[in-house]
């Protein structure tokens, strides 16, 4: 029985690690795929249409069209559109108002990002879209790395680098970007050796001619992204196509985040089995081990501590109730502070225990379609 304990305990410390440290270092050795990069740019940016989403962003908005401005000043003939989800907050007006260059869609009530998205792609006049937020701003040379990328036809779509700012406040916000840097080398790595497995909404671009059909419940950045590789075209990242966001700050904005999130990418994973069944078995393999892994990570976590306790309770049962003690003693202290080791450690448990609860609630049916934004990005 010890020796079974003590094997599960193991793997369930592999499964924890190995999306994180394993992984990549199985990447690093793999032989690179690079791209023919063009020497292009986006010329008048004619080719491409910019594509947003918004609800109740209005303190975020001024410096959202003071960025689009610049953007359309450097690219005139570039189309911007987006979909306000019934703001509350004046922010439809506040696009119409500052920013008349940006096509408006008003959806007249709460639809959800997924239906906004589908509508504004259906509008665009681009060839290439390029998908982002209302909170995060892009580089003004966004739209020639871009097309530069393009340049090779084997690449479907484009994944940008987000750089997070306000990474030096709380833990929250630390710990969420230190994980951003980690999950960029992995797409870094993935892209070198042929496609990253899924973007991130914040900026990503793919041709129009691949944007799929889905329904307004599935996670639309991971759906559109995955359709590139689905297609047999190279989902590759630029780290020369450059977007920042804000961190969040609060535990709790990122708690719940993060069950949103993962109920919609998980029941997103579910949508798509049969596209999944037909990628490569590196493609396979990459999806496994960078998405598959993480969504049990809390699980393997949960059941790791518990056989570690009842290996140990039976070689020394008061040890192992003082280890219990223990680690309850530390997560109580981890949520009661906001920096520091344990407060840190805290994080990153609860990130991992709040992305098993939203795989637990896609399982039992409960889907996310509308969002708010985070009330403590920093």
């Known amino acids: 029985m010890l020796i ?27 032989p690179k795929r690079p791209i023919a990069r063009g020497i292009v740019d986006a010329g008048d940016g004619s080719r491409f249409s ?5 609800y109740n962003e209005a303190a975020s908005l001024p410096d959202k069209i003071a960025n689009l401005r610049e953007l359309k000043l450097r690219y005139p003939e570039l189309e911007i559109l ?32 997924a239906h906004g998205m589908k509508l504004l792609a259906a509008e665009a006049r681009g060839d290439l879209l390029v998908f982002t937020d209302a909170n995060v701003l892009l580089h003004i040379e966004s739209l020639d790395k871009l097309a530069a990328c393009y340049a090779d036809t084997e690449v479907g779509g484009v994944c940008g680098a987000l750089h997070y700012m306000g990474a030096d406040g709380s833990s929250t916000a630390a710990v969420g970007g230190l994980y951003w840097r980690l999950e960029e080398l992995i797409k870094d790595l993935e892209s070198g050796t042929g496609s990253v497995m899924g973007a991130d909404g914040s900026i990503f671009s793919v041709r129009r001619a691949l944007y799929p059909q889905f329904p307004d419940t599935v996670l639309d950045d991971f759906t559109v992204s995955m359709q590139v590789v689905f297609s047999g075209q190279r989902l590759i990242k630029s780290n020369d ?20 999130i993962a109920a919609r990418a998980f029941h997103t994973h579910t949508s798509f089995s049969e596209k999944r069944a037909r990628m490569s078995s590196f493609n396979q393999f990459k999806y496994f081990s960078h998405k598959t ?5 809390g699980c393997f976590l949960i059941f790791g501590v518990i056989f570690s306790l009842t290996a140990t309770a039976l070689l020394y049962p ?33 990130a991992m225990i709040a992305t098993l609860i939203g795989v637990l609630r896609s399982v039992r049916g409960h889907t996310f379609v509308t969002w708010s934004p985070a009330k403590s990005r920093d």
């Open 82 to 113: 987006s979909f306000d989800d019934g703001s509350s907050d004046g922010s439809a007006d506040m696009i119409e108002r500052d920013a008349p260059f940006v096509r408006l869609i008003r959806g007249g009530g709460r639809n959800g990002k």
């Open 318 to 350: 008061m040890l192992s109730v003082l280890l219990a003690l223990a680690v309850v003693i530390c997560v109580l202290i981890g949520l009661r502070s906001s920096s520091g080791a344990i407060s840190s450690l805290t994080e990153i448990m609860l």
């Open 241 to 260: 196509v450059i977007a920042y966001e804000r961190l969040v700050a609060a535990r709790s904005d990122e708690f719940s985040r993060k069950i949103r």
């Open 50 to 54: 910019l594509l947003f989403c918004a």
């Open 293 to 297: 892994l993480r969504w049990f990570g």
């Open 4 to 30: 079974l304990l003590s094997a599960l305990t193991a793997l369930c410390i592999l499964a924890v690690i190995y999306p994180y440290a394993l992984y990549p270092a199985v990447l690093a050795l793999i």
